[in-house]
C-alpha cells in the first residue's frame, strides 16, 4: 500500500526544502503517512462506532442510517472544508486526500493555508458532538448501561489516544485539537514560508 501514500523521500509541496534530510522537525512533525498510520486510526475509532452502532441497531436497525449520512457527510465533506482545507497536505496534488485519517476524501475545495477562523471551529466541534452524541440518545433511551459505559470508554480512549499519539506531531496546526510545541512550529514555519506567511510568522 505504500504507492498509495505519498513518497517519504520527497518534501511536502510547501516546503522550500529540496529533500528531507537532515529536517529538524522530521521527529516531531509527521508529514508523511503509510498504511500502518491509517490501520492503527481505523484500529482506534472502529471500537466506538461498533458499540455505538449497536445500541442504535438494538433500538431500530433504521436509526443506523441517519447516523451514516451524519459521518459520512460530515467527515467526507464538512469536515474537509472546515478543518483539512487548512492542512499542508491538502496542498498536494490529487484529488483525494491521502492521510490516515480521511483517507480518500475529495478535494473540493482550495487550499487555505493559515488558522481555522471561529465559525469553521464552531462548526468541527459541533459536528463531532453530533456524530459521537448520536448513539449516546438510544444508548440512553434503551437504558443499554453496559453498552453505555463501554461506548464511553472506547470513544474518551479515542480521543485521548489521539490527542497523545497524533495530535502532539500533526502538521495540521490550525486544527483545535493540534498540539505541537511552538518550537516545533517555528522550526516547521521558516521550511515551510507559505504556511508562515499566512499564519503571520514571518520576520
Same mark, same amino acid.
Given at each position: ?60 436497525? /433504521?436509526? %443506523? =442510517?441517519?447516523?451514516? +449520512?451524519?459521518?459520512?457527510?460530515? $467527515?467526507?465533506?464538512?469536515?474537509? #472544508?472546515?478543518? @483539512? *482545507? ?58 443499554? /448501561?453496559? %453498552? =453505555?459505559?463501554?461506548? +464511553?470508554?472506547?470513544?474518551?480512549? $479515542?480521543?485521548?489516544?489521539?490527542? #497523545?499519539?497524533? @495530535? *502532539? ?35
Amino acid at each position: 500500500m505504500s504507492n498509495l501514500f505519498l513518497d517519504p523521500r520527497r518534501p511536502l509541496v510547501t516546503c522550500n526544502s529540496a529533500n528531507c534530510d537532515g529536517c529538524p522537525v522530521a521527529k516531531d512533525v509527521h508529514c508523511h503517512f503509510t498504511s500502518r498510520d491509517l490501520t492503527a486510526f481505523l484500529f482506534l475509532v472502529l471500537p466506538g462506532f461498533s458499540v455505538g452502532g449497536a445500541g442504535v441497531y438494538r433500538i431500530n436497525p /433504521w436509526w %443506523l =442510517l441517519p447516523w451514516a +449520512i451524519i459521518a459520512f457527510g460530515f $467527515f467526507g465533506f464538512v469536515e474537509i #472544508r472546515v478543518m @483539512c *482545507s487548512h492542512c499542508p497536505h491538502y496542498a498536494e496534488p490529487g484529488k483525494c486526500l491521502q492521510c490516515w485519517a480521511n483517507y480518500g476524501s475529495p478535494r473540493l475545495w482550495k487550499y487555505r493555508p493559515g488558522p481555522m477562523v471561529a465559525a469553521e471551529k464552531a462548526v468541527f466541534i459541533a459536528g463531532l458532538v453530533l456524530v459521537f452524541g448520536y448513539p449516546l440518545i438510544f444508548l440512553l433511551i434503551g437504558l443499554q /448501561w453496559l %453498552l =453505555l459505559a463501554i461506548y +464511553i470508554l472506547t470513544v474518551v480512549g $479515542f480521543f485521548m489516544t489521539l490527542r #497523545r499519539s497524533y @495530535c *502532539s506531531q500533526c502538521m495540521n496546526f490550525a486544527c483545535p485539537f493540534n498540539i505541537v510545541e511552538g518550537g516545533v512550529r517555528a522550526e516547521f514555519f521558516k521550511r515551510n514560508q507559505t504556511i508562515a506567511q499566512a499564519w503571520g510568522k514571518t520576520g
